[in-house]
C-alpha cells in the first residue's frame, strides 16, 4: 500500500532556483497538508488543502505556493528558493483527525 | 512563538525508567493527538484524546488530556530502547478549521539499554 508518496526524497537547489514538490496520497482523502520540519521546532504547517481546487496559508507560508488540481496530489513551489528554506518537507493527508504522512523531501539551498 | 511547546526538548535515560513529556499551550484544543516520528520517516499517530480529563493507555504509554484542553501529558511506564524517537504533540484549534493540525516543538527520546 502506497499511502503518502513524496517526491523527490533529496534535493539541492542554488540560491534563487525554483522548484516543485510533489506529494500524492491514493487514500481519497480530503485534507493535504505541507510541514516542514526545523530542529527543534517541531513540524510548522506551510499550507494547507480541504478539497480539490482549494488552498489555505498554514503557520509559515511566505515563500511557498501550493495548487491542489486534483484531489489525489498537492504540488509545493518554491518559486526562489533561500537558504532559509533549507528544511526536510513532510507532506500528510487526513481523512478524520488522524493525519498520514510520507517518508518527507529533504532540500538544501546553498 | 510556537502555539504548542513540549518540554522537555531532549530525554536521555536508562532502560526501565519512567518518563514525562509534556505538551502546552495558552490555546484550547478541540482535540490533542501524539505521534512518534524514527529517523528518515514522517510522524505516526499514536493516540487521539477529545475531551478535557481524558487518559488513554496504549500498553505503558498513558496518554492525558488537561481539564482545559490546553495542554496534554505523555507518561511512559519502564522505557524500552524500541521507545527511542521523536515525540510529537498535535492539536486541532477550537473554533479553526477541525482538520488544521498544529504540531508541537517535539521530544527526543533516547533510551539506552
Known amino acids: 500500500n502506497a499511502g503518502v508518496t513524496q517526491t523527490p526524497k533529496f534535493r539541492v537547489l542554488k540560491t534563487g532556483q525554483s522548484m516543485t514538490l510533489l506529494c500524492a496520497q491514493d487514500?481519497?482523502?480530503?485534507?493535504m497538508y505541507w510541514y516542514r520540519q526545523d530542529p527543534g521546532m517541531g513540524l510548522r504547517l506551510i499550507h494547507y488543502?480541504?478539497?480539490?481546487?482549494?488552498?489555505a496559508k498554514g503557520e509559515v507560508p511566505d515563500g511557498y505556493n501550493v495548487s491542489r488540481l486534483k484531489k489525489q496530489n498537492f504540488l509545493l513551489g518554491l518559486e526562489s528558493a533561500a537558504p532559509s528554506q533549507t528544511s526536510v518537507y513532510f507532506c500528510a493527508s487526513s481523512f478524520g483527525l488522524e493525519a498520514f504522512f510520507g517518508q518527507g523531501t529533504r532540500l538544501t539551498v546553498v | 512563538t510556537q502555539l504548542l511547546e513540549q518540554s522537555p526538548q531532549f530525554l536521555s535515560i536508562q532502560e526501565g525508567e519512567n518518563l514525562t513529556v509534556y505538551c502546552n499551550s495558552s490555546?484550547?484544543?478541540?482535540?490533542l493527538q501524539w505521534y512518534r516520528q524514527e529517523p528518515g520517516e514522517g510522524p505516526v499517530l499514536l493516540v487521539t484524546v477529545v475531551t478535557g480529563g481524558e487518559v488513554k493507555k496504549l500498553k505503558r504509554l498513558t496518554f492525558q488530556f488537561g481539564d482545559a484542553r490546553k495542554d496534554s501529558s505523555l507518561h511512559i511506564t519502564a522505557a524500552q530502547p524500541g521507545d527511542t524517537g521523536l515525540y510529537l504533540c498535535a492539536g486541532a484549534l477550537v473554533g479553526g478549521a477541525t482538520n488544521k493540525l498544529i504540531f508541537g516543538t517535539g521530544t527526543l527520546l533516547a533510551v539506552q539499554p
Open positions: 488543502s480541504v478539497g480539490e481546487g482549494t488552498t
Open positions: 490555546s484550547v484544543f478541540s482535540s
Open positions: 487514500m481519497n482523502h480530503e485534507y
